[in-house]
Nanobody, 126 residues
């Protein structure tokens, strides 16, 4: 059974910091790109940050220079360090794991696999 469990959300003042964690089980963590999405009330879910198995990162323009995604493959965990938080960062944050079709350890997997965590709430307010 695949589980992605987020933690670290909460209430923080503008300009503050939070560190989100997402622990994965039931998947081969290294095979997966790991992503953080967020969804604010009344808005569509959006990609915030992404990291490949090799450590390449990508960020939404709105968080570049403020958020840092990282992963610890030994701990099956992905992190999102959020600094200089703004009220517009308020949202539910979701961890996402994706394995695209390809060769993994000598075997070809023809289908995409994708899993989601349950989300953790981040509120930025004074």
């Amino acid at each position: 059974q695949v589980q992605l469990v987020e933690s670290g959300g909460g209430l923080v003042q503008p300009g503050g910091s939070l560190r989100l964690s997402c622990g994965a089980s039931g998947i081969i963590f290294f095979d997966n790109a790991m992503n953080w999405y967020r969804q604010a009330p009344g808005k569509q879910r959006e990609l915030v940050a992404a990291i490949t198995s090799g450590g390449r990162t990508n960020y939404a323009d709105s968080v570049k220079g403020r958020f840092t995604i990282s992963r610890d493959n030994a701990k099956n965990t992905v992190y999102l360090q959020m600094d200089s938080l703004k009220p517009e960062d308020t949202a539910d944050y979701y961890c996402n794991a994706v394995r695209v079709p390809g060769f993994y350890r000598g075997s070809y997997f023809s289908h995409k696999e994708e899993y989601w965590g349950q989300g953790t709430q981040v509120t930025v307010s004074s």
